[in-house]
């Protein structure tokens, strides 16, 4: 879980270092956008651990596949006769 990002305390401390009211909440506000903005792009631990299990399943796939092809190819070179 992302921690929200608090504009009143934002708009409170620039206030304080002498930005006016305006310019301080527009300030915040844009600030509470941009971390909203980049909150959207963040990969929670379930979307790792469904990532994983994707991966594993296409791994044990393509190993049962490995295994089929190397299984054809001992057959066909079996069937190829020697000189």
């Not at 296409?58 to 596949?65: F, G, H, I, P, S």
């Amino acid at each position: 879980m992302v921690a929200a990002f608090d504009t009143l305390a934002a708009a409170r401390a620039l206030e304080a270092a002498g930005v006016g009211k305006g310019p301080a909440e527009a300030i915040a506000g844009i600030a509470r956008d941009a971390a909203d903005a980049g909150n959207d792009n963040l990969a929670t631990k379930t979307d790792l651990a469904e990532l994983k299990a994707e991966l594993k399943a296409d791994m044990a796939a393509l190993t049962w596949r490995m295994v089929g092809l190397a299984a054809v190819i001992v057959a066909a070179v079996k069937l190829i006769p020697s000189p």
